[in-house]
T-cell receptor, first 111, second 112 residues
Framework: RKEVEQDPGPFNVPEGATVAFNCTYS??????FFWYRQDCRKEPKLLMS???SGNEDGRFTAQLNRASQYISLLIRDSKLSDSATYLC????????????FGAGTRLTVKP | DVKVTQSSRYLVKRTGEKVFLECVQD?????MFWYRQDPGLGLRLIYF???????EKGDIPEGYSVSREKKERFSLILESASTNQTSMYLC???????????FGQGTRLTVV
């Protein structure tokens, strides 16, 4: 089983739609969680961290469920510029701080 | 601005060649990583380093080795390049486990 698994996608949504991505992780010792965004032919960049209590940044909301070992990302009022691949990232400390990515979920927002 | 620089954007090498991919960061980060990214498979961890001369295997270390002689530089070595190592290689660095990671622009390696 992969350490980090994501919805395979692709997601094709109209502008203004709300879309949600999920990501599950297998290691209960995982300590910190992030969502990264990767545009076509570019390197990944941090979108937001995921905190235990959940956190919001404008149209983006991230949630963590430790009991079920998953994180989620909700995008409200989708914009054309949200089209990208979204990667969840799970960090653990037990193995000297490795950092593992999900395979990514591709989102296309259409006019 | 944090900068992570990879030595080449595009590289073409022949089967059996020894290949060096270099990554340099300018923010005194402790952790550095090498990933390869393939369609449908996402980023897969090859090796990471949490300090100078320290390294840990990731998920797919076979056919690769790494070197970290100085804190700012992390090198990925393909001992004998094979066609199945054709991929996009991404280097990343960060301070500690709970901090943002910064990526280089990637190296598109083609082994012919």
């Amino acid at each position: 089983r992969k350490e980090v698994e994501q919805d395979p996608g692709p997601f094709n949504v109209p502008e203004g739609a709300t879309v949600a991505f999920n990501c599950t992780y297998s290691n209960s010792a995982s300590q910190s969680f992030f969502w990264y965004r990767q545009d076509c032919r570019k390197e990944p960049k941090l979108l937001m961290s995921v905190y235990s209590s959940g956190n919001e940044d404008g149209r983006f909301t991230a949630q963590l469920n430790r009991a079920s070992q998953y994180i989620s990302l909700l995008i409200r009022d989708s914009k054309l510029s949200d089209s990208a691949t979204y990667l969840c990232v799970v960090n653990t400390r037990y193995n000297n701080n490795d950092m593992r990515f999900g395979a990514g979920t591709r989102l296309t927002v259409k006019p | 601005d944090v900068k992570v620089t990879q030595s080449s954007r595009y590289l073409v090498k022949r089967t059996g060649e020894k290949v060096f991919l270099e990554c340099v960061q300018d923010m005194d980060h402790e952790n550095m990583f090498w990933y390869r990214q393939d369609p449908g498979l996402g980023l897969r961890l090859i090796y990471f380093s949490y300090d100078v001369k320290m390294k840990e295997k990731g998920d797919i270390p076979e056919g690769y080795s790494v070197s970290r002689e100085k804190k700012e530089r992390f090198s990925l070595i393909l001992e004998s390049a094979s066609t199945n190592q054709t991929s996009m290689y991404l280097c990343a660095s960060r301070t500690y486990v709970d901090t943002e990671a910064f990526f280089g622009q990637g190296t598109r390696l083609t082994v012919v």
